[in-house]
Nanobody, 124 residues
Framework: QVQLAESGGGLVQTGDSLILSCAAS????????VAWFRQAPGKEREFVAG????????NFADSVKGRFTISKDNAKNTGYLQMNSLKPEDTATYYC?????????????????WGQGTQVAVSS
């Protein structure tokens, strides 16, 4: 069963950039869609971005469109979330998730594998 491990979180200032990584083991990213979700303190977990298993389709939440990009490197078995122009409201724990032969759905129930999360804090 595939296991996911996020890294790259940290404390940054408004306007900064950050790249989150999602390393997959026990499975090949070539057949996995990857998505990123986030959960801010006291809030529900929400969809951020998703990429299909082929890499040909991406989806983004309206709140991050134009600022975040999602990608995956099948050779490295790693997915990425590039976050630019960060805002305090982006502060959250970010989770990556994987779905076999998926299309990057924004629905949590579509994903069968989840990482433990990495924290991102954006100061104003």
């Amino acid at each position: 069963q595939v296991q996911l491990a996020e890294s790259g979180g940290g404390l940054v200032q408004t306007g900064d950039s950050l790249i989150l990584s999602c390393a997959a083991s026990g499975g090949t990213l070539g057949i996995l869609a990857v998505a990123w979700f986030r959960q801010a303190p006291g809030k529900e977990r929400e969809f951020v971005a998703g990429i299909s298993y082929t890499g040909g389709t991406t989806n983004f939440a309206d709140s991050v469109k134009g600022r975040f990009t999602i990608s995956k490197d099948n050779a490295k078995n790693t997915g990425y979330l590039q976050m630019n122009s960060l805002k305090p409201e982006d502060t959250a724990t970010y989770y990556c998730a994987a779905q076999q032969y998926g299309l990057g759905s924004p629905l949590e129930r579509a994903y069968h594998a989840w990482g433990q999360g990495t924290q991102v804090a954006v100061s104003s």
